[in-house]
Each structure stands twice: as C-alpha cells, then as structure tokens.
DNA sequence: AGTTATGCCTAAAATTCTTAGGTAAATATT
DNA sequence: AATATTTACCTAAGAATTTTAGGCATAACT
C-alpha cells in the first residue's frame, strides 16, 4: 500500500501506456489490471480515472466504443494517433523525472 | 524542462531528503540546490515551497531559526526528530513507487 | 433474499500547485 | 548615479487533480 499521493500527475501516464500495451480497455478494467500487475501497491479509484479518461477524450488523444456484453454496456477506450504519441512522451517524461530524482535523494539512501 | 506536473506529490520529500543531507538550508537555497542538483530538469516555484515548508512546520517536521546575514534575515529551516523519520519513510516510499512504476510500464518503453 | 462483483457515472471538498503579484536589501551593470 | 538583477522572504486567487462519498443498474454468488 505504498504511496497513494505519489500517484498525482502520473494518472494519464499510467492510462495512456496501458491502452498503449493493451489497445483496448475499458475503466473498470484499468482499475483492475494496475492493481493486479503493481501487486496492490496502487489502487486507482473510479472517481479519479473516470474524469480523467473522459478528459484524454475531451482532448482527442483517446476515442470511446461503447460495446454491449450481456444485458450491459462496457465503455471501451483506445488511443487516437495523438494520444499513441502523447503515451510515449509521457513514459520518456517519467524516465526523466526519475532520473532527476535519482540525482536529488541522497546516494545512501539509493543505494540501500 | 523535464515534467513539471511530476513533481506534484514528491515536493514534500525533496525538500525533507535536502535537510537529511544538509542539516540546515533556506527556502532560496533550496530552490538553487534542486536547480543545480537536477541540472535545471527541476525548477521549484517560491509559490509551492514556501507553503509547503509552513506546513512541515505546523506539523512539527521542520523547526526554524532566523539568522541576519549583513541587514537582511535568512530563515534556516532544519529537521526535528520526526522530520528525520519523515524524510527516511519518504525515501523509501518514493522507492516503492518507482518499483511499482516499473511493473505498469511498458517493458519496451523501459528498455529504450 | 441479500450480498458481492461488475460497470458506468457525478459532485462537493480537500490538496497541491501555478500564476502573479508585493516588499526590501545587496550587488552588478550601464 | 541610476537602473537592473539577484538575493530573500511572503501571500492570495485561481487552476488542476484527487479523495470521498455517494447514485444507478445488471449479474453472480450464497
């Protein structure tokens, strides 16, 4: 359960490079796939990726497909062009950040 | 430079790590530091530390000593007992973080 | 029949940050 | 000598993102 406040600002990261890996998901689906693959260390919530999903739409880098499974309606969303872009500058973006931060924290603590 | 938005959440524990490393700094200081220890990747807003420092303060993380250098006052802010803690678990949060990180992303995109 | 899981959503509040200032002294520049 | 830049602190309005706390409905399990 490490670091729920860490999460901010790496959402859309976090979104756009699942689509970019899987090339179709749906919400639900996202909640559980970070959770499964970062082993419950993040546990993203629908009140964060639902408006956040419904902003890359806003912003052209994701499109939606409404798909009817059962009696039910799964909301399927996948990367525009821009948004397949948007998915790696936003991956490099985070190797940078990382980096930097490697340079900030002091050595011993890295080192442990 | 490099991911403004990231460093939403992990401001907190840069300046933490800085004191752990320093002992003693001030907010212009710190502002220099990260500047120069993260080769510009990391340019910190006055309007973002000066709040966040106030605040380790309220809650018992940081104390200050005012110090008049020529005609003009420097605020050194300085870790208390369980700033020091604070700043370790901080750390190792961020850690876990990248770890988990590393899970979601891309392993191509990481490989590059 | 009732609880849990699936699946979507929103809205108020909290948090954090950016932007855009203000103040003042010291130093550098023209 | 006047001006600009750097040093050094600060605040407040607004934006952006997230948490919290719900609502709604179908399906599956007990």
Known sequence: MASPE??????VTILLNLLAENGRMYGYEMV???RERSNGAFELTE?????ALHKLE?????LTERVVVGKRERKYYSLT???SEASVN?????????QA???????INLAK
Chains 1, 2 share one sequence.
């Open 58 to 62: 806003a912003d052209g880098l994701v």
């Open 32 to 34: 559980q796939s970070v």
């Open 6 to 11: 860490l999460l901010r600002g790496t959402l």
């Open 101 to 107: 931060m490697a340079l900030l924290l002091n050595p």
């Open 47 to 51: 009140g964060a990726i639902y408006p």
């Open 81 to 83: 062009p821009s948004g």
């Open 90 to 98: 936003k991956v490099s973006e985070f190797k940078e950040y990382v």
